[in-house]
């Protein structure tokens, strides 16, 4: 087994790697992912949704390589370190509606924690609304973990259920990597304009993705769990790490003059125009990230934390993936993304559902075996 | 004789074995707790949690099961 002592699980360890997480983005974005968005589970997982037509918004359509190579990294990690457990039970369908309604939240805010760390290290001022709103929605979660709250056990369960995800994330990278089009109107699209034209090199986007996804899997990295374990438990282990993400993120913005701060920006002829991907509908930005943050808390991770838990057997994780990629079609299909029409009925109907999850939560139930 | 306590926490989400297993240690009047987890995750979260309470953890494996052995 890997002991507690493994460096990995060390404070050094989770510095180290938010650390090289920032550092990694920063790069990324420097290379062509779009601004602010070196690394953004909620939209490339969005884009990913676009790719395979799941939705049609034109400009953020595109087979990001980051989010496959990701599980496939975790994955790596688990079978070297033997800790490959096929295990599903712990209510998938909940798990699957709270993905939709993370995803749906996150898109409202326009980006994943991750992102919201990112935008915060560009100067985007607008992330500390998401910012504020993800800790306000996780420490909502955090009174129903104090009560109890729970979705039931997993349990071991047979190879294949293990190994579903994995095999789609490959099956997913290599469509990213060929990028067939399988006839007129017909997948995969990819964007012509927009953030979904953006992208670093599909061969470093994979190794860049697959570095995060085993150290992530190393680590417990976790952008939820961060703040989370420190309202819960005054622990500040999985914090130090987004931490270190942000410091890192923010010194290459500035060597990569990728630093432009405020709530938008401002030309030298005094023009102003948005931040890159984001909008300043403050009370959205807000409560889009509370709905998100209390969907990841009573799900028990971020984003990219359920992607690396599906690379290592979790089934249940593996629905809450599924639940955001179906979650960022809705989004777009029915006009709710970012400061859209029906984004505040989104994020109302969005937190009586989670809300409803958070209060028939049973209590931490018995053992069976 | 000592009564020792034990928690059940194999199969939970994150924060639930950690958060479990701090509630266990701030109740019991008992110098040993016993926690059955099943994830290396949960060993390290465990661990993490009893050792800022001033607890040392002992970790044995059993066909899956992890038994962390917590003693002040």
Redesign the interface.
């Known amino acids: 087994m890997t002991g507690p002592k493994d460096i990995f699980a060390s404070r050094t360890g989770i510095i180290m790697v938010g650390l090289a997480i920032g550092c990694i983005a920063a790069s990324l974005q420097k290379l062509g992912n779009p601004p602010n968005m070196g690394v953004c589970v909620a939209c490339f997982t969005r884009d990913i949704a676009g790719a395979l037509g799941l939705h049609r918004a034109g400009i953020v359509q595109y087979l990001r390589p980051e989010i496959p190579a990701f599980c496939l990294g975790a994955f790596v990690a688990a079978l070297a370190f033997r800790e490959f457990r096929p295990r599903t039970g712990s209510s998938p369908i909940l798990r699957f509606v709270l993905g939709m309604c993370a995803m749906i939240g996150a898109l409202i805010f326009l980006g994943c924690p991750w992102r919201a760390m990112l935008r915060l290290a560009g100067g985007d001022w607008n992330a500390i609304l998401g910012i504020a709103g993800l800790v306000t929605g996780i420490g909502i979660g955090v009174v129903f973990l104090r009560v109890g709250f729970s979705l039931g056990r997993t349990y071991q369960s047979r190879f294949p259920v293990g190994l579903a995800m994995p095999v789609v994330m490959l099956i997913l990278l290599l469509l990213a990597i060929f990028y067939p089009k399988f006839g007129d109107n017909a997948a995969l699209y990819r964007s012509e304009s927009g953030p979904g034209s953006m992208a670093a090199p599909v061969a470093i986007s994979i190794i860049a993705g697959m570095i995060v996804g085993f150290l992530a899997q190393r680590t417990r990295f976790c952008t939820v769990g961060a703040f989370r374990d420190l309202i819960l438990m005054r622990d500040i282990h999985l914090l130090s790490g987004v931490i270190a993400l942000v410091a890192a993120a923010f010194v290459m913005n500035l060597i990569f003059k990728q630093f432009d701060p405020g709530f938008v920006r401002t030309a030298a002829d005094g023009t102003t125009s948005p931040q890159p991907a984001a909008h300043t509908v403050h009370w959205l930005n807000f409560t889009g990230m509370v709905l998100a943050g209390l969907s990841f808390c009573l799900a028990g991770g971020c984003p990219g934390r359920q992607v690396f838990l599906s690379g290592e057997g979790d089934g249940d994780a593996a629905m809450f993936v599924l639940g955001m990629l179906t979650g960022a079609a809705i989004s777009h299909n029915f006009l709710m993304v970012g400061n859209q029409a029906l984004a505040p009925w989104a994020v109302v109907i969005g937190l009586v559902v989670v809300l409803t999850i958070g209060i028939t939560g049973r209590s931490v139930p018995a053992a069976t075996g | 004789m000592s009564v020792s306590e034990t928690v059940?926490a194999?199969?939970?989400?994150?924060?639930?074995p950690?958060?479990?297993t701090?509630q266990a240690l701030k109740r019991t009047s008992g110098k040993e707790v016993t926690v059955?987890v099943?994830?290396?995750?949960q060993?390290?979260?465990c661990?993490?949690?009893a050792e800022?309470l001033g607890w040392q953890?002992v970790?044995e494996?059993n066909e899956?099961t992890?038994r962390l052995r917590l003693r002040r």
């Open positions: 059940d194999r199969g939970l989400s994150c924060p639930q950690a958060l479990l701090r059955l099943d994830t290396a995750t060993v390290q979260n661990t993490r949690t800022q953890a970790c494996e899956g992890f």
